[in-house]
């Protein structure tokens, strides 16, 4: 019942107004990109200094010395810019990004997020700009898995590793649902088709409420 992550990027990319300054975190949120329609200009920022990405190089046009944050060759599109990176951090704080998508390790049901640091010493502590972008930017989604590979939930009363910011997350995408985080806690709006009530409470550590209105999270939105 597992929706595939690409299309739950295609789910977030509706999402995204046209014309917005948008930052997308490092892992799954950048699949987004590929998946917002050619109608809209979205501007894309990277915390390493850049402003107007555009897509991945095609192979052997790689430049060594244009890269996003998650060290990915990228392009740069007519009128784009790039700059220090202190200058891209000002954005992020200043207010100047309308949206960011973030990965998450866990997210609480007061709109918490842990996405930097684990109890897994495989994968060490890494910030890198995400404590900027969940308190700087105008609206906040997380991209994740409903759970961890060992099915265990990300979704919990109170987050466990380190927090990334506190009370910042408006918004939760998942491969089961898309979920509001609201004063009450977590609201589910859209649930992938034949799951049951049961079954996403059951895959959630905190209580779910559910609108009068739950839509059908399908393939292909």
């Not at 998450?104 to 890494?126: C, I, K, R, Y």
């Not at 906040?140 to 979704?155: I, N, R, S």
């Amino acid at each position: 019942m597992r929706l595939d992550l690409r299309d739950v990027a295609r789910r977030i990319a509706r999402e995204i107004p046209d014309g917005a300054y948008v930052n997308l975190g490092i892992g799954l949120p950048t699949l987004v990109a590929d998946c917002v329609g050619s109608d809209k200009e979205v501007v894309y920022h990277s915390e390493n200094g850049i402003l107007g990405m555009g897509p991945s190089p095609a192979p052997g046009e790689e430049d060594p010395e244009l890269i996003n944050a998650g060290k990915q060759p990228v392009t740069l599109l007519p009128g784009g810019a790039f700059f220090h990176h202190t200058d891209a951090f000002l954005m992020m704080r200043g207010g100047h990004v309308d949206l960011t998508v973030l990965g998450a390790f866990q997210v609480s049901e007061h709109g918490d997020l842990a996405n930097w640091a684990t109890d897994d010493a495989s994968h060490p502590p890494a910030v890198g700009g995400a404590m900027d972008l969940a308190v700087g930017a105008k609206r906040v989604l997380v991209m994740t898995t409903h759970t961890t590979k060992a099915g265990e939930p990300k979704l919990v009363p109170r987050c466990t590793y380190p927090l990334t910011a506190a009370g910042v997350v408006d918004r939760v995408y998942t491969d089961l649902a898309v979920i509001d985080v609201t004063p009450e806690g977590f609201l589910v709006r859209e649930m992938v088709a034949g799951l049951t009530r049961e079954d996403l409470q059951g895959a959630t550590a905190a209580r779910l409420s559910f609108a009068d209105d739950v839509g059908v999270l399908g393939q292909r939105e």
